[in-house]
């Protein structure tokens, strides 16, 4: 027997509502970003359950110690359908540099406001994914 759609956000939400408790369990004074899952377009089947579930992260946030975040509409078109270059092409699921991109500047005002602007020297080491790796303008 089918779950439905409703039923099946509901699951799907109490699943990630518990993984923010622990994560509060765990760091209570921490402010979490919970994000809304992204459109997919391998099987659009699925976008109502990412909207429904969407819609109950939604209300977990409490603007303070949970802020929701969801850039879909910057993502994809009103239906759901991905803009170009978004998601990867082979498996629709997986972001590409320019959703990367998007992602990155919806959660620049959210940051400077939970962790003040900018510094105005990076202490952070190149983008080489290597934390040992020299970091340029540290010295």
């Known amino acids: 027997m089918a779950i439905d759609a409703r039923a099946r956000a509901d699951e799907i939400t109490r699943g990630l509502e518990a993984i923010l408790h622990a994560i509060q369990s765990k760091a209570p004074s921490a402010t979490v970003i919970v994000m809304g899952i992204f459109p997919r377009n391998d099987d659009m089947a699925f976008m109502p359950v990412i909207d429904d579930i969407n819609a109950n992260l939604s209300k977990l946030a409490d603007g303070q110690k949970v802020r929701y ?48 602007p900018p510094a105005a020297v990076d202490h952070a080491p190149p983008p080489t994914g290597d934390p040992a790796a020299e970091c340029r303008g540290c010295h």
Request: net charge positive; charged share 25%.
């Open 69 to 116: 975040l969801n850039i879909n509409d910057k993502l994809a078109d009103s239906k759901g359908r991905l803009f170009d270059g978004m998601m990867n092409d082979k498996d629709k699921l997986h972001p590409m540099l320019k959703a990367y991109q998007v992602w990155a500047d919806a959660l620049k005002p959210v940051l400077a406001a939970l962790l003040g």
